[in-house]
């Protein structure tokens, strides 16, 4: 038998032939989700009740943090454990179900077609499905918006089994995970029916029905029915629901939801839904080839029934907006207004009759039901009420968005996304004990965080911050040690500029926070007290980078800002002394890095250069008259947007708004390896806007970045390729840090990642990627107060620029070292990736966009003769006051022979210059005494002519007489 090439088919429910994608030279071969792992997450973005749920049975509370879901179990001494949940943008179900498969994607247009079997008007479903397959080629997005999606609400089964999470972004999911387990990140069950967003979960007594609401421009609430034993999911009913809807609740079988001027239940009566699905599903048309199953978590589908409702008579409530609905029993709830109208709903007999209960004096935002049957109302911190109306000490402005009763624990969730725990003894006791415990957490978007290594205290770890000025210090497991608060003020003077804090750094030796805000203001606190030591404006705008380091024993401080200034102040002696005002930059100035222990200052601007500074001595033996002069400059073809040290002290790490990262050399500037922070799935590139340079993570070097634009973290080898990938912010990731210490148990090095965000989230992640999942259990403390230090008035930046004439004495000297000074080398520009010609323009002081004429200030310039003249004399006369105090074997004879040697032909180059100056006077003096002597003996001759004629016709016209003898004329002397 010829052996001839047979093509295989393989049977497929997807119409599209599957291609496998080729494989990227620079992909790793390990798997991207390897080398991340999220270890515990500080914060929390749930803004709404729907967000937030409780399971007493268990002992456990759920709540939403960007991407994730954080289950936290409270234990007997207020301690919290916690678990997350979350799943990658392309994950999909891992049960399986052939009758009821579950879907990937749907077009909510489609569902206005399947509304109209709900008004009586029967019809079939279009020809083509509008479903994306999963393998369809334009099935799987790699944008942006279809990777990040923000998890909005959160939903535990009564059972304990399960976990619903709700999302919001671009094609919303509703995830289904195990519960009783580790994290996962993995969900059992992926449904993609809502469009918009899922606004409200909410799963049955019995956890046999999943109930989802989508927002308002989504419009749908869909009841899911859960297989208990796979997790799979199953669409039983859907009706359109449009009204602004603040609670959703079930009432036994049937689901209430509660929101503005409305409050209507919605009921799943099987046998009436059959009945009168019946006739619709007899009536509905097929189309060919298109099997029922695939319709059948759709609204499309004839096995979807539709989800009856009715609405309540609201009467003197017509106006009320209902915020909280709590399931007393079957058949009654009791609803909560914003204004203060706590109702009855009782629906017991069908009628559905709404009762007016009574009225607390303060705006309600959440309620509950304990074990006991007891109502808890809150509304402010401090305002809330039980059957006795009793009120407890009172807060200003914070309300409580969500709250629940676990055991004997009270959880409650405020406006300022805090979390709360209340326990509480006997509550028939007066004097009974109650012990709080606030998870600590920013309030207000993190805007950086940074390494933290304080004498003073030893558990300190790291820091974050945020605009509102709070700053909040952790150990290395995430919690909570201190906190302080630098004073942020705005001024009238700034024209309705609000401040805000914009960089943080400390002084290891003194314990002490050097922080910059938005004005330009430079404060030093004293973390121990939270006390403000010094408050200067150094800056005319905001200040975007500070750094603290030591230099021969004196601690220096470098600030950067868009004013285009680089400052360095000396702190000694609880004193700020101001060193010097660089100004080399001609755009704001975006970040800094020092190297070599001080010696050398770099900076990057949005002008496209990095400017390299070398530390000098302005006044021999003064160690506080250190100053930095500029060595060379390295230009880019696009602007810098973080920096860092490599392998060792004397390369850089660059990362650019062209998606790349380059390599530098900081001694020569010359380029070295570079390559492009491309996405392996065939995305478009990302530009990170912080890396980090790793020494050793899991045994080899690696390049961390973050980028705002996609909110992704990524891992990169030293080569450029990708070695893992994760998402879990859903704002843009403002600042990275990493963390390294010892693992408590084996004592073995463990590396972490702390990434903030813009959504008030802290995440600790894990890049030890053979560690097993652990579990957090660590007791946050509170935070102390700061001090209430007020701003002084605005007053004029300092300033100290350093003339160039004074800089240029530094040509030849020793730097502070001791080491002789190599002569410079021109600016080198990079050659890898090569700068095309066409950016090569002339340098101005005046723009903005074109590089700076960036020379070494000592360098000598001899474009104009007579100011280089004038800077060699003056040279030489410093030269000799510093020669006659010298001894006599302080210079070595042979430099004095060869300067003698040097002295002597520039002596002789001077003395031709003025012999040959002398020499072309005289000869030019000659030229024109001859010249003017030919031109005056020609002016002669034609005087003379003239006179003769005249004389002669004179002598014809008179009568003869005797000549005169001839004389010559008196103007003959010219």
Same mark, same amino acid.
């Given at each position: ?147 990040? =999606? ?111 001027? &409305?409050? =209507? ?23 060919? #080839? ?14 979807? #029934? ?15 907006? !209902? ?71 009172? &807060?200003?402005?914070?309300? @409580? ?44 978007? *993190?805007?950086? @965080? ?47 500029? %609000? ?19 938005? &004005? ?11 006390? *403000? ?10 200040? *975007? ?89 390295? %230009?880019? =073809? ?77 891992? &990169? ?45 802290? !995440? ?49 000297? #020793? ?46 310039? !001899? ?18 006051? =510093? ?35 002398? %020499? ?20 002669? #001759? ?33």
């Amino acid at each position: 038998m010829n052996a001839t090439p047979s093509l295989r088919l393989t049977p497929s429910n997807s119409p599209f032939l599957k291609t496998s994608p080729r494989r990227s030279p620079t992909r790793s071969s390990r798997s991207e989700e390897t080398g991340l792992k999220l270890r515990k997450v500080i914060g929390t973005t749930t803004a709404t009740a729907n967000g937030f749920d409780c399971l007493p049975s268990s002992k456990q509370f759920a709540y939403t943090a960007g991407a994730a879901a954080v289950v936290c179990t409270v234990e007997q001494d207020l301690t919290v454990t916690q678990r997350f949940f979350r799943a990658r943008p392309h994950a999909s179900g891992t049960s399986k179900d052939v009758s009821w498969p579950i879907p990937q994607t749907s077009d909510f247009r489609s569902k206005a077609i399947g509304n109209l079997r709900e008004q009586g008007l029967s019809g079939s479903p279009p020809a083509v499905s509008t479903r994306d397959w999963p393998d369809s080629p334009v099935g799987k997005s790699t944008t942006v918006k279809d990777r990040v =999606k923000a998890a909005t609400s959160v939903a535990l089964s009564p059972n304990g089994k399960w976990i619903a999470i709700g999302e919001t972004g671009y094609k919303p999911r509703i995830l289904i995970f195990y519960n009783r387990g580790d994290s996962s990140e993995v969900p059992v069950t992926a449904l993609s029916e809502h469009a918009f967003g899922v606004h409200a979960l909410a799963f049955s007594p019995d956890s046999r029905y999943l109930a989802s609401l989508g927002t308002v421009n989504d419009g749908f609430l869909f009841v899911w029915t859960i297989d208990d034993r796979t997790g799979a999911a199953a669409l039983h009913s859907s009706n359109k629901c449009t009204s602004t809807i603040n609670a959703m609740a079930w009432l036994g079988r049937a689901i209430l939801t509660v929101g503005l001027r &409305y409050v =209507k239940l919605w009921k799943l009566d099987d046998d009436a839904a059959l009945g009168a699905r019946g006739a619709e599903t007899s009536s509905g048309v097929l189309t060919p #080839k298109q099997k029922p199953s695939d319709f059948a978590n759709s609204v499309l589908s004839p096995r979807s #029934k539709v989800l009856s409702g009715k609405n309540s008579l609201l009467g003197d409530l017509i106006d009320a907006n !209902f915020v909280a609905a709590v399931s007393l029993e079957t058949g009654k709830a009791v609803l909560c207004a914003e204004s203060g109208e706590i109702c009855l709903l009782d629906d017991s007999e069908n009628t559905q009759a709404l009762t007016h209960l009574g009225t607390v004096r303060f705006r309600i935002t959440a309620a509950m039901i304990d074990e006991s049957r007891v109502l808890h109302v809150a509304g402010a911190i401090g305002q809330s009420t039980l059957a006795q109306f009793r009120s407890l000490s009172s &807060y200003d402005a914070i309300t @409580v968005t969500a709250m629940a009763k676990i055991s004997d624990v009270v959880v409650e969730l405020d406006s300022k996304r805090g979390i709360t725990l209340t326990k509480a003894g006997d509550s028939a006791s007066k004097d009974a004990d109650v012990a709080s415990l606030q998870l600590a957490a920013h309030s207000e978007a *993190v805007l950086g @965080v940074s390494r933290l290594s304080l004498k003073k205290l030893p558990d300190a770890a790291f820091l974050t911050y945020a605009g509102n000025g709070g700053v909040h210090i952790w150990n290395s497991t995430g919690a909570a040690v201190t906190g302080l608060q630098v004073p942020v003020e705005s001024s009238p003077e700034m024209y309705d500029l %609000t401040n805000e804090l914009k960089a943080v750094a400390h002084i290891e030796e003194a314990s002490l926070l050097v922080a910059g805000d938005r &004005y330009g203001s430079l404060a030093i606190l004293d973390i121990a007290t939270s006390a *403000v030591i010094l408050h200067e404006r150094a800056h005319s705008a905001e200040i *975007v980078d500070l750094i603290c380091f030591e230099r021969m024993g004196v601690t220096l401080i470098a600030t950067a800002s868009r004013d285009r200034m680089v400052q360095s102040f000396a702190w000694c002696d609880s004193k700020l002394d101001l060193l010097q005002t660089m100004d080399e930059h001609v755009a704001g100035v975006t970040a800094l890095a020092s190297a070599s222990d001080g010696q050398f200052l770099l900076s990057c601007s949005a002008d496209r250069t990095i400017v390299v500074r070398e530390a000098f001595l302005r006044n021999e033996g003064d160690s506080r008259s250190i100053i930095f002069v500029m060595m060379r400059t390295i %230009t880019l =073809k696009s602007s810098p947007l973080s920096m860092c040290l490599g392998a060792d002290q004397d390369e850089l790490l660059v990362s650019a708004a062209d998606r790349s990262v380059y390599k530098y050399s900081i001694k020569s500037g010359q380029s070295g390896f570079g390559f492009k922070c491309s996405d392996s799935e065939g995305g478009e590139a990302a530009a990170l806007s912080k890396i980090i340079y790793a020494h050793s993570l899991n045994g080899s070097p690696a390049i961390i970045g973050v980028s705002s634009g996609d909110k992704s973290i990524r891992l &990169y080898s030293d080569f450029g390729s990708l070695i893992a990938r994760d998402w879990g912010h859903t704002e843009g990731i403002t600042d990275a840090a990493l963390l390294e210490s010892s693992d408590r148990d084996g004592g073995l090095p463990r590396t972490q990642l702390i990434t903030v965000a813009l959504d008030s989230t802290i !995440f600790m992640w894990d890049t030890n990627a053979a560690t097993p999942k652990e579990l957090i259990s660590e007791a946050d403390e509170g935070l102390e107060g700061g001090a209430g230090n007020r701003l002084t008035p605005l007053a004029p930046p300092l300033r100290k620029v350093l003339s160039y004439s004074e800089l240029s004495r530094f040509k030849r000297e #020793k730097s502070i070292d001791g080491d002789e000074v190599a002569s410079p080398q021109a600016a080198v520009t990079p050659t890898q990736p090569p700068s095309p010609r066409r950016l090569k323009k002339k340098t101005s002081r005046t723009s903005i966009m074109s590089p700076p004429r960036l020379e070494p200030t000592f360098r000598p310039s !001899f474009a104009h003769v007579a100011s280089s003249t004038e800077s060699v004399c003056r040279n030489l006369r410093a030269y000799r006051k =510093k020669l006659a105090n010298l001894p006599g074997d302080a210079v070595p004879p042979q430099l004095l022979r060869d300067l003698g040697a040097e002295l002597k032909l520039t002596a002789r180059a001077l003395e031709e210059r003025s012999r040959d100056s002398h %020499t072309n006077g005289a000869t030019m003096l000659k030229s024109m005494d001859r010249e003017s002597d030919m031109r005056v003996d020609v002016l002669d #001759k034609r005087i003379e002519g003239r006179a003769d004629s005249g004389l002669r016709r004179k002598h014809l016209s008179a009568p003869p007489h005797p000549a005169p003898p001839p004389s010559r004329p008196a103007w003959s002397h010219l």
